[in-house]
């Protein structure tokens, strides 16, 4: 016979970990929420991205736009992810199923990465991330690179297409430089 007391461990522990798993994030500033499928399409699609393109995914989560970028694109791409249970989901999808050789994982502060040699740059995140990326873009982005954002735009900057149903927002740097008369603007 099992011991209840066991029992009532083991779904104490499970109960924590998937709250652990969904909440947590909530403390590096962006709440867990998988990219839906079409969402990641349109997103890939509007930055063009090819097999000669570096992207890199910021809070890449488990991996819904590095691995399809990687595989159905051939880009070579780096995931950004500050939560340690989603790089661990990360590294062994790409243990098991990834292109290896053109997935980067990256465990740390996405404002720790430089973006220069970035030719794409997604992310789905809070706005208060997004305001605090946009300098970052505007200094280091190099011309011409893309910036897909899901749901949230970059504060000020002109969007160069918009999804409105799937909430995609396309930039391309440095068309996208804010008009200094509206730099408090949304899109």
């Known amino acids: 016979m099992v011991d209840p007391f066991l029992l009532l461990a083991v779904f104490v522990t499970a109960l924590a970990a998937v709250a652990y798993f969904v909440f947590a994030s909530f403390v590096y500033g962006a709440g867990y929420q998988p990219t839906p499928r079409r969402v990641v399409e349109r997103m890939l699609e509007y930055a063009e991205v090819a097999s000669h393109d570096r992207v890199v995914d910021l809070g890449a989560g488990t991996g819904a736009i590095v691995f399809r970028a990687a595989r159905e694109r051939g880009a070579t791409v780096l995931g950004v992810e500050v939560e340690p249970i989603r790089i ?8 098991i ?24 740059v997604t992310c789905f995140l809070w706005p208060g991330a997004m305001q605090k990326l ?54």
Do not use: C, Q
């Open 97 to 120: 199923g990834g292109p290896r050789g053109r997935v980067t994982i990256h465990w740390g502060n996405m404002f720790d990465i430089d973006l220069s040699t970035a030719d794409v």
């Open 88 to 95: 661990l989901i990360l590294r062994l999808r790409r243990l």
């Open 134 to 187: 946009r300098p970052k873009f505007e200094r280091e982005l190099a011309e011409g690179a893309r910036v897909v954002s899901h749901w949230h735009p970059v504060p000020g900057w002109r969007v160069a297409a918009i999804d409105p149903a799937l909430h995609v927002y396309y930039y391309r740097w440095p068309t996208a430089k804010p008009n200094p008369n509206a730099a408090s603007s949304v899109a």
